[in-house]
């Protein structure tokens, strides 16, 4: 009989012991899953590593980001006006970047038609790089080598430089510290050799991608319908759980 007594008043003893616990994990886990909303709440920006960028790049990969326009697939800022080419992660990570040659011609727009004419009857006038946002993939060209079509209407591609015509100089002009040389194509990106190989193919080897070329005659927001991210991490306001939540946290730290 004692035994029992002894047992009845234990088991009691825990209970009683055991409900203020559960409460309290069942609010720290409330309270866990408050302050990760609230944390999903903050802006997210791409990483740039130590690269140096133009403050138009950027923002384009900071919006590129936080709005998750790339849909989960790796991308590339294609910045015109410093003829610099940046690849990042679906998540974005900087994965590398290098200097670019672009269009002849400075202007955001293709001539209608100009991906079925011949190269020989393109004007230097046409021979501009269209901006916008393109789904972009890698494929062969007649030669049967590996390009990275951006814009197949337009026959817009990212490729390894093409150094067939020495008179062009174009190894040269990538290596140029000025942005004055590098625009001599047809339209298409050239890109140096080992940069395509060690970090552009790999980047898009087994996914679409997309690749947005920055414009230079008209605002990026006009292009791609952007928007400033820190300007609207200003205006945010924390829900009030998260609020609470975080106080909590900062009071159970102490």
């Excluded at 740039?48 to 991308?75: C, G, L």
């Amino acid at each position: 009989m004692a035994r029992g007594l002894c047992l009845v008043l234990v088991v009691a003893s825990f209970s009683a012991q055991s409900a203020p616990a559960l409460e309290d994990g069942a609010y720290l886990r409330a309270s866990h899953s408050a302050v990760q909303a609230a944390t999903e709440e903050r802006p997210k920006r791409a990483n740039f590593e130590q690269e140096p960028a133009s403050p138009e790049a950027r923002d384009i990969a900071n919006w590129v980001v936080d709005s998750a326009d790339n849909h989960r697939m790796p991308f590339a800022i294609v910045d015109k006006a410093q003829a610099k080419v940046f690849v990042f992660t679906a998540d974005g990570r900087l994965r590398g970047a290098a200097s670019a040659l672009l269009g002849l011609s400075r202007g955001d727009d293709s001539v209608p038609d100009i991906g079925k004419r011949k190269l020989s009857s393109i004007r230097p006038e046409e021979r501009t790089t269209p901006a916008g946002r393109f789904v972009a993939s890698l494929d062969r060209n007649l030669k049967g080598e590996e390009i990275l079509w951006v814009d197949y209407e337009t026959a817009i591609s990212m490729h390894r430089v093409i150094t067939s015509n020495a008179k062009e100089r174009r190894a040269q002009r990538l290596d140029s510290p000025s942005t004055l040389d590098n625009r001599i194509s047809y339209g298409c990106i050239n890109v140096p050799v080992k940069f395509y190989e060690n970090v552009l193919s790999p980047a898009f080897t087994g996914t679409d991608g997309i690749v947005y070329v920055l414009p230079e005659t008209r605002s990026a927001r006009e292009v791609f319908g952007s928007y400033d991210v820190d300007e609207r991490a200003g205006l945010k306001i924390p829900s009030r759980d998260s609020s609470i939540a975080l106080g909590a946290a900062a009071n159970l730290a102490k």
